[in-house]
Nanobody, 124 residues
């Protein structure tokens, strides 16, 4: 499966953005999807995941502010980001995996397919 992330940009503190991840090349519904981000001079970190069955998971820093969703008919996954702050500035990546057990869905090593990333900059 090939992934293409989009929707990044410059937004002020407190603003919102919706990132999109378009999938192609394989039936999409069977993939588990993760959004990761990498801030300058930091390691890439998990943001949120959605399983093939629709189960969602978020890291504590984005709970209540970000929402991950998927539309299998359109081969799309979204990350709605609200109440953005400067710490959310990063390159955001979507990733896909198959057959991942729930306890491994937070692990980057579980994801074999990665998109190219989209930059989100939150300014004060």
């Amino acid at each position: 499966v090939q992934l293409q992330a989009s929707g990044g940009g410059l937004v002020q503190v407190g603003g919102s953005l919706r990132l999109s991840c378009a999938a192609s090349g394989s039936p999409f519904g069977g993939y588990d999807i993760g959004w990761y981000r990498q801030a300058p001079d930091k390691q890439r970190e998990l943001v949120a995941t959605v399983s093939s069955g629709g189960r969602t998971d978020y890291v504590d820093s984005v709970k209540g502010r970000f929402t991950i969703s998927r539309d299998n008919a359109k081969n799309m996954v979204y990350l709605q980001m609200n109440s953005l702050n400067a710490e959310d500035t990063a390159v955001y990546y979507c990733a896909a995996a198959q057959g991942v057990i729930i306890t491994s869905m937070r692990s980057q090593a579980s994801y074999g397919y990665w998109g190219q990333g989209t930059l989100v900059t939150v300014s004060s």
